[in-house]
């Protein structure tokens, strides 16, 4: 087959009918799931486009294989075939173990500055799950993917930099909150404008081009103040600036709605509505919140008002740890949600846990800039059951269906959607799905695969 390109132009991808995609295999499980997930890929694309649109896939080396073959955990080959063929695919690698050696995801993630991590929850049905309307989640997560404690600045304690960087603090910025200098190791935690920013747009224009209804900017600022606070401005200002006639903020929408039910309403009486506390406050924050209704009537009220705001795409935060309780009790009031590295890593997982854990957890790392994008199992190398022809493929599978809608192959995305519900459905599972549901049939990984197929007719 021919060496065809995706290729990146006028912000949009161009997709060859025959695109070579790289793909690394993985560690551990990672063969069983591969060759597993790879069938399934090839026979969406056949039954879709009937031979019109094949995948010329590529082997590339990573992780244990690479080790062995090369010496080397990370070959430059690999890095250079995701850089020209724009996307690829991998599974699960170890991370070696050993002074300095950094983890490889992260490391691929990094050197293509692959800035989000996206991660979509939704169940399907039949999947055991452990709470009561697992039906309710269908939630993307943008999870920052550059910053935050992914740059990985860390000072290990007793070490000579560390007490060179406290002594610093002490001395030259008067910090005097260190508990116990001696023995302290220190991380730092950047946050930037641009990170946030480019962030931001991506899940607001995934959103905008999906249909979904809102978005939700999920960080600790409370405690955070310049990082995960400013993350929470920072996104609200580009929604704000970039994207004003297609969105309308939380408190905003408080404001017109307030109008909207009494149209001769004062801007205080409507400014009492929005902070229930407003008597208690100092005269200058009155005014302040006074202001903000004043603005936002003459801003936008023609607009957004009478009811329009309603169809606009809603940008509202909310505190880390409320949110890890509300997408436990009231998840369909979270939509897609766009956070910082650390909480996104916690939070992806556990939603993974909502809708039947990490054997079918689908994930993608994406520069919507350049175009540049690795999906990838999220779950690890499980080393246990390696070459058992054991686990659930799902990770992979979903990821590969990620990719497929990423490149614009919907049909096939469709039919894989299409074939693992009909799997699940059926209750023809691996021994995770199997030994939590009642009457399921259990299959090894391959044959999972091999379901999903003939589910796909
Ligand atoms: P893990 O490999 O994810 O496995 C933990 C457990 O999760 C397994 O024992 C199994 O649970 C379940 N599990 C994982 N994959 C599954 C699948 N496909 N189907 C069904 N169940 C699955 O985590 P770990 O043991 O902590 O990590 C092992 C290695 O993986 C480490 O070297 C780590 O660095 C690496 N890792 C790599 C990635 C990556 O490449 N993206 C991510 C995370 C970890 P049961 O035992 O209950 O059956």
Redesign the pocket.
């Known amino acids: 087959m021919t060496n065809q390109i995706i290729t990146m132009k006028n912000k949009k991808l161009n997709v060859p009918n025959n695109p070579t995609i790289p793909f690394i295999e993985?560690d551990?499980?990672g063969p069983d799931?591969w060759r597993s997930s790879q069938k399934v890929f090839d026979a969406a694309v056949k039954l879709a486009y009937l031979g019109s649109k094949k995948i010329n896939w590529l082997e590339v080396l990573a992780g244990e294989k690479a080790f062995r073959k090369t010496k080397n955990w990370l070959p430059e080959k690999t890095l250079i075939a995701f850089r020209k063929y724009l996307v690829g695919i991998k599974g699960?690698?170890?991370?070696p173990i050993g002074g300095g050696v950094r983890?490889l995801?992260v490391v691929l993630r990094q050197m293509l500055d692959l800035y989000v991590c996206q991660r979509p929850v939704k169940w399907f049905k039949g999947v055991p799950s452990p709470v009561k309307y697992p039906e309710n989640i269908d939630i993307i997560i943008f999870r920052e993917n550059s910053e935050d404690i992914y740059a990985g600045i860390e000072f290990a304690s007793g070490s000579k930099n560390v007490k060179k960087l406290i002594s610093f603090l002490c001395e030259n910025l008067n910090v005097n909150k260190i508990r116990f200098p001696e023995t302290s190791s220190l991380g730092i935690k950047p946050v930037s404008k641009q990170g946030t920013q480019r962030l931001v747009k991506a899940a607001i224009d995934f959103a905008l081009a999906k249909n979904r209804k809102s978005i939700t900017l999920v960080h600790k600022g409370n405690i955070m103040k310049f990082t995960e606070g400013s993350f929470r401005d920072w996104g609200y200002e580009l929604a704000i600036n970039d994207y004003r006639d297609k969105v309308v903020t939380e408190r905003e929408s408080w404001i017109l709605n307030n109008k909207d039910c009494k149209h001769n309403i004062t801007i205080e009486e409507n400014a009492k509505f929005v902070e229930p506390g407003y008597d208690l406050m100092t005269l200058e924050k009155q005014i302040e919140i006074c202001k903000e209704v004043e603005v936002i009537i003459n801003n936008i009220y023609s607009s957004h008002g009478h009811g329009v705001f309603r169809n606009k795409l809603l940008i509202k935060d909310a505190i880390a740890d409320i949110t890890f309780q509300q997408v436990l009790t009231r998840p369909k009031e979270f939509d897609v949600i766009a956070t910082l590295n650390l909480n996104g890593d916690y939070l992806s997982d556990a939603l993974a846990a909502q809708v039947g854990?990490?054997?079918i957890a689908p994930g993608g790392n994406i520069n919507y800039i350049t175009g540049h994008a690795i999906f990838?199992?999220?779950?690890?190398?499980?080393?246990?059951?390696a070459n058992l022809d054991k686990?659930?493929?799902?990770?992979v599978i979903l990821s590969g269906e990620m990719m497929l809608r990423y490149i614009g192959w919907f049909e096939a995305a469709d039919l894989i959607i299409k074939g693992v519900t009909g799997a699940i459905n059926a209750k023809t599972v691996?021994?995770?799905f199997h030994r939590m549901m009642s009457n399921a049939r259990l299959k090894k990984c391959s044959e999972f695969g091999d379901e999903i197929i003939k589910n796909m007719n």
């Open positions: 993985g551990g499980i799931i699960p690698l170890t991370t983890s995801n854990g990490i054997g990838e199992a999220t779950h690890g190398t499980a080393p246990k059951y686990v659930n493929p799902g990770s691996t021994y995770d």
